[in-house]
């Protein structure tokens, strides 16, 4: 019995060892291209740099497994998500859609939003839809294409903010929460209001949603909420006092790859932890994730204000050039108070790759917060380039025991 104990014992530990997350790998890539990283890397607390980087291996039935690597994780260390909490609300709005079928609400009902509280705004039409009405399907295209703020806002509305921080919490995003809107200054309690919705088929009423309200308060364990030594005010005032970022929404990158492993392998995880999701759903997400601002007719965007690889941070940095035909990238991305976010599942057809790679880099050189001047163009973009060319070139270089079947995400862009 003690042999057996002591033999279940070590099964245990080397499976708790096969699992644990690689520390070295990313540094050591790093550091052996000083041309690349050095500049970042002399001051990494300075950058709050954190990186998650997974390969995917395939079995002989295609079914994929994970390898982790990361740089710098911490998930109690504080960075502003942005726009990266959209996917999250995306996912949660669709799934919320499913829950009410049989009231006869689809993602593309019209989507009549009103408002009830000081602050709130009414949306009636929408002139970059086909038929110029607002739909949770059009919100969701214009998130994912240009991460579309008020799209956003429209979804947290129609949520809630109490349901988004129980299915953040109900799928183990135990280090995030969502508690506001985006670009609207929304805080305090004019967050824990949600704006009355209605919804037609048609001229056909089939779901009222009265105002909510979420009492709650969200709290996790943080440090790093305070930032700088100064920040202009609401009437562009400089304050000569630390930024303080307490009360904002947090998304821990590791919960940012988790949701995009789940969302592009649900097949990998327990029916129980899967999201509550279409197939519909998921060929809209991941067209709309995948696709360009130039191959959208609806909405329509100006090329020279969205580029093809505007979005794509994680190979392109911000620069504006051709995309590489044989390559989507999945992603979601985000950028405010000098961070830079991306999490991203990275695909090469031509070559079988394909990866998991997400990201944050901060700059922020004068200390000051909200005063549009940070180092972006100089320090961020190419960091994110730089990184997500190396992990390409590690991948390109890999050995593989089995190719990967990657027709799931070779999907129609032509409408």
């Keep these: 019995m003690r042999k057996f104990l002591t033999l279940a014992c070590s099964l245990i530990s080397l499976s708790a060892m096969a699992q644990k997350t690689d520390t070295v790998f990313l540094k050591k890539l790093m550091e052996s291209k000083p041309g690349l990283f050095s500049s970042v890397l002399n001051h990494p607390n300075k950058n709050q740099i954190q990186i998650l980087y997974t390969q995917v291996n395939r ?144 001229d056909k009423l089939v779901y009222n949603q009265p105002a909510q309200y979420d009492p709650k308060d969200y709290d996790l364990t943080l440090s790093n909420l305070t930032m700088g030594k100064g920040y202009l005010d609401s009437a562009d005032k400089l304050v000569n006092k630390p930024f303080s970022l307490a009360g904002k929404n947090a998304f821990a990158i590791n919960d940012q790859q988790k949701l995009m492993q789940k969302l592009i392998f649900p097949e990998a995880f327990p029916a129980k932890e899967r999201f509550k999701l279409t197939a519909a759903d998921y060929k809209l997400i991941y067209t709309y994730m995948s696709k360009y601002p130039t191959e959208s007719d609806f909405p329509k965007y ?100 089995h190719q990967p079947d990657l027709s799931k995400f070779k999907l129609d862009y032509s409408h």
Excluded at 97 to 102: C, D, P, Q, T, W
Excluded at 160 to 184: H, T, Y
Excluded at 343 to 354: C, L, T
């Design 59 to 202: 079995n002989t039935q295609n079914k994929p497994s994970f390898k982790t690597f990361s740089y710098n994780l911490d998930p109690h260390h504080y960075f502003y998500p942005a726009s990266t909490v959209k996917l999250a609300a995306v996912i949660f709005a669709l799934e919320k859609v499913n829950r009410l079928k049989n009231t006869g609400l689809t993602a593309s009902s019209t989507m009549i939003t009103d408002s009830a509280f000081n602050g709130q705004s009414k949306v009636l039409t929408d002139t970059s839809a086909k038929n110029g009405l607002p739909s949770i399907a059009h919100y969701v295209k214009k998130i994912l294409l240009t991460s579309d703020n008020d799209a956003f806002n429209r979804l947290f509305e129609f949520i809630g903010r109490a349901e988004i921080n129980q299915q953040l919490k109900a799928n183990g995003f135990n280090d995030s929460r969502i508690l506001n809107r985006l670009a609207i200054g929304d805080a305090g309690e004019s967050a824990r209001h949600s704006n009355p919705i209605k919804f037609y088929n048609g």
């Design 302 to 401: 100006d090329p020279k204000e969205f580029w093809p690889t505007y979005a794509k941070m994680l190979y392109y940095g911000r620069e504006n050039v051709s995309p590489d035909p044989n390559i989507r990238i999945f992603n979601k991305y985000g950028d405010s108070y000098g961070y830079i976010i991306d999490n991203s599942y990275f695909v090469d057809f031509k070559n079988g790759i394909e990866y998991f790679l997400t990201a944050v880099v901060h700059s922020n050189e004068d200390g000051i917060f909200n005063d549009n001047k940070y180092e972006y163009d100089t320090v961020c973009f190419p960091f994110m380039k730089n990184l997500g060319q190396s992990i390409y070139e590690v991948e390109l270089n890999r050995k593989k025991s």
